[in-house]
């Protein structure tokens, strides 16, 4: 199985910062990596796929980068709705898909 | 708009069968554009993908689980369920049924992406 390391685990930040959160896979899956965010008690909700291309109706503060091994989500300027999980999420090779662990994101 | 809603006991004992459907409605399941997934989530930790089942029927599984698991689907309700035998503590989870879209990006497209999600419903095993 491919593995998603995520890092940071977690992350203290304030409305208006740029954040970035990286995603490393356990080998190469080129550009197939989507991104997600989950708000408690709700289901995911996918930001970006193709590890650069966002979601229709997803915020352009939100961007993706990266192919290969490594990987960023960048929020360019937190809003308060934005304190939440993201997960990472490799569609290279199955089965399994895999998941990264998360990143928790919360207001400082 | 496609929405799926997932279904089925809250609690099951250990060593049974943990059974839940989901019923999408928007859209049909036996649509070639589209697979249809379960996925869970344990309290407090991150989402392990169980398996899918395509409009032709064909699964695949996570191999973690393969020997437990079964996904089918019912176009006629326009429903896939999962079962999962022999459960124990480690299955409790909130369980998603998530369609895989298939999603474009200059002319590439991809799938195996969960663009639509259902809700998610808890089921704890405990006796």
């Known amino acids: 199985d491919i593995q998603l390391t995520q890092s940071p685990s977690f992350l203290s930040a304030s409305v208006g910062d740029r954040v970035t959160i990286t995603c490393r896979a356990s080998?190469?899956?080129?550009?197939?990596l989507a991104w997600y965010q989950q708000k408690p008690g709700r289901a995911p909700k996918l930001l970006i796929f193709?590890?650069?291309t966002l979601q229709s109706g997803v915020p352009s503060r939100f961007s993706g980068s990266g192919s290969g091994t490594e990987f960023t989500l960048t929020i360019s300027s937190l809003q308060p709705e934005d304190f939440a999980t993201y997960y990472c999420q490799q569609l290279n090779s199955y089965p399994p898909v895999t998941f990264g662990q998360g990143t928790r994101l919360e207001i400082k | 708009q496609v929405q799926l809603q997932e279904s089925g006991p809250g609690l099951v004992k250990p060593s049974q069968t943990l059974s839940l459907t989901c019923t999408v409605s928007?859209?049909?399941?036996?649509?070639?554009?589209?697979?249809w997934s379960w996925i869970r989530q344990p309290a407090g930790k991150g989402l392990e993908w169980i398996g899918r089942i395509y409009s032709t029927g064909r699964t695949y599984y996570n191999p973690s689980l393969k020997s437990r698991v079964t996904i089918s689907g019912d176009t006629s309700k326009n429903q896939f369920s999962l079962k999962l035998t022999s459960v124990t503590a480690a299955d409790t989870a909130v369980y998603y049924c998530?369609?895989?879209?298939?999603?474009?990006?200059?002319?590439?497209?991809?799938?195996?992406?969960?663009?639509?999600w259902g809700q998610g419903t808890l089921v704890t095993v405990s006796s």
């Open positions: 193709a590890a650069s």
């Open positions: 928007g859209g049909s399941i036996n649509s070639g554009s589209y697979h």
């Open positions: 080998q190469a899956i080129t550009n197939f």
């Open positions: 998530a369609r895989d879209g298939i999603l474009c990006s200059g002319t590439t497209c991809y799938t195996d992406t969960f663009d639509r």
